[in-house]
């Protein structure tokens, strides 16, 4: 069974930098494309970045030029570096599973999820 573990998160004030990983069990970012989910409070949950298998990368237009996702697959982790941090980025953030279809992004997610890391961004 897949297990994804989520760490890094925390509270940070606004233009701080964070980040994220994600462990996971078995080389599930080698034969899926991966990305990062985030949830605020009150809000439908949102994907953010993806990563495909082949290393190419996508973002939503909300943290475009500010977020970096990277896999290290000997490892067996994949990681969200967040700078320039704002308040709107207060959410929980997943990982899970999305399809990557040439140069587009969609969620696709797994029926499990981690737990989460939280976020919290201070003005």
């Known amino acids: 069974q897949v297990q994804l573990v989520e760490s890094g998160g925390g509270l940070v004030q606004a233009g701080g930098s964070l980040r994220l990983s994600c462990a996971a069990s078995?080389?599930?970012?080698?034969?899926?494309?991966m990305g990062w989910y985030r949830q605020a409070p009150g809000k439908q949950r949102e994907l953010v970045a993806g990563?495909?298998?082949?290393?190419?990368?996508n973002y939503a237009d909300s943290v475009k030029g500010r977020f970096t996702i990277s896999v290290d697959n000997a490892k067996n982790t994949m990681y969200l570096q967040m700078n320039s941090l704002k308040p709107e980025d207060t959410a929980v953030y997943y990982c899970?599973?999305?399809?990557?279809?040439?140069?587009?992004?969609?969620?696709?997610?797994?029926?499990?999820w981690g737990q989460g890391t939280q976020v919290t961004v201070t003005s």
């Open positions: 078995g080389s599930i970012f080698k034969i899926n494309a």
């Open positions: 990563i495909s298998t082949g290393s190419s990368t």
């Open positions: 899970n599973r999305i399809l990557f279809f040439g140069a587009t992004m969609n969620s696709r997610p797994l029926a499990y």
